[in-house]
């Protein structure tokens, strides 16, 4: 596998990552960003309890955090923790579910991506 496309086929990569994560993956050049990034979208529904992704995964956006005091934003460089951002499906869903917060952690090799999610539940959820 030497493209993006082909981690995602027979979808487009429009269907998948949302315009900043293209971008972001794109400037990165490795298939490993790409990797890791979808691995990471597959966290997120799992850990909210769907063997497949119940809407487009454009609704789990996961890029770098931006941390306080970055003037580059998520143009930046250097490697901020991932951070989860869900589209209005997704945010419907985890609300009705008590989800008060997701994490994810990535990883990978040039050959091998992984991620994980945690889920805060509200006090009543979960």
Request: charged share 15%; aromatic share 4%; with cysteine.
């Amino acid at each position: 596998m030497s493209e993006p496309a082909a981690l995602v086929r027979p979808l487009a990569l429009e269907e998948v990552f949302t315009r900043q994560e293209r971008m972001r993956s794109a400037a990165r050049s490795t298939l490993a960003s790409w990797g890791g990034r979808l691995a990471a979208k597959h966290a997120v529904t799992t850990a909210l309890g769907y063997d497949t992704p119940p809407a487009p995964l454009t609704g789990v956006e996961v890029l770098p955090s931006v941390p306080r005091g970055c003037p580059r934003g998520h143009a930046c460089p250097h490697g901020h923790p991932p951070e989860v951002t869900l589209g209005a499906d997704y945010a419907e869903l985890a609300a009705g579910a008590g989800v008060r917060r997701i994490q994810v952690s990535v990883s990978h090799t040039a050959r091998v991506a992984v991620a994980v999610a945690l889920v805060t539940w509200t006090t009543d959820g979960g």
